[in-house]
């Protein structure tokens, strides 16, 4: 059963946060979904509320991250070394969809708190925005981007709560005598409905084109039972599945409990694992 004073507790963070948004700057316009935005846009996330700049994915600001009700290092990729299986991740940084932006302008003297903002960002009053990419981000984006960038987004709702699914390609590791290919995949859960709910379990499959099905169980997901309410209605995770084909599929779903102790069902939609050709492998 949901606690009540979680709920309390929630609310309270949520306050707090509304209240000193408006110190933030002044809101721009909203791009239309064929326009792409561009790095050192500003933007406040609207799922989460946090501050962010573009980049070719995002940086949290870092005075943001504790009231984030999601993973702040969901960006992962594989080590270059040669024969390394590592999975590195990198503190602070998001994937956002084109419908999670608000764009502003900043008013602070610090835009966003976050150490690796100076490095990749520069400022340039002439430039709309007036911050753009440093040659240390231009070189990132070159060498990491086919595992960085966004590709396609799968969205699905049951009962008034959403499942959106966001699957990355990282490349591939040999594993003497087979080639390993992996993925990283993204998962938010939005409660539209009226009521608090908690996830309690999760339920996967994972069909490679090997012609293999797994199955996954477990409670919750990444060591959490995250609670769904008015107050945060939306939860982010990412995590990692490996396959020995260079293609395969994944679908599931989450099982939920509302506050009178009702249990469902909530699909988590299909979404395909593809390895690009291979032509990014590592």
């Not at 940086?59 to 993973?71: C, E, F, K, N, T």
């Not at 002439?126 to 990419?133: F, H, T």
């Not at 003497?176 to 993204?186: D, L």
């Not at 769904?228 to 990692?240: G, N, V």
Request: with cysteine; hydrophobic share 35%.
């Amino acid at each position: 059963m949901l606690k009540k004073w979680d709920i309390q507790v929630d609310q309270l963070e949520f306050i707090k946060r509304f209240l000193t948004i408006a110190e933030v700057g002044l809101l721009g316009n909203v791009h239309s979904q064929d326009k792409i935005y561009s790095p050192g846009q500003f933007f406040l996330h609207k799922v989460f509320g946090y501050r962010g700049a573009v980049l070719f994915q995002v940086l949290i600001d870092s005075r943001d991250a504790p009231y984030v009700h999601a993973q702040t290092e969901s960006v992962t990729f594989l080590g270059s070394q040669e024969g390394s299986r590592s999975i590195y991740a990198i503190p602070g940084l998001d994937y956002v969809s084109h419908e999670d932006i608000i764009p502003y302008t900043s008013s602070e003297k610090v835009p966003i708190k976050h150490e690796l903002f100076e490095k990749f960002l520069r400022h340039s009053p002439r430039d709309s925005p007036p911050y753009v990419a440093q040659d240390a981000l231009k070189g990132w984006k070159k060498k990491n981007h086919p595992w960085l960038e966004l590709s396609s987004v799968h969205r699905q709702t049951t009962d008034g709560i959403r499942v959106t699914a966001i699957p990355f390609f990282m490349g591939t590791r040999v594993n003497q005598p087979n080639i390993v290919y992996w993925w990283r995949y993204c998962i938010r859960i939005e409660n539209e409905s009226n009521s608090a709910v908690i996830l309690r379990e999760r339920h996967w499959r994972i069909f490679s084109l090997s012609g293999t099905l797994e199955t996954v169980r477990g409670r919750g997901v990444v060591g959490q039972e995250p609670v769904l309410s008015k107050a945060t209605p939306a939860f982010q995770y990412s995590s990692h599945v490996s396959l020995q084909s260079p293609n395969g599929h994944m679908w599931g779903s989450f099982r939920m409990e509302r506050q009178d102790g009702h249990e469902f069902d909530v699909r988590i939609p299909p979404f395909s694992l593809d390895s690009k050709g291979d032509e990014f492998g590592v």
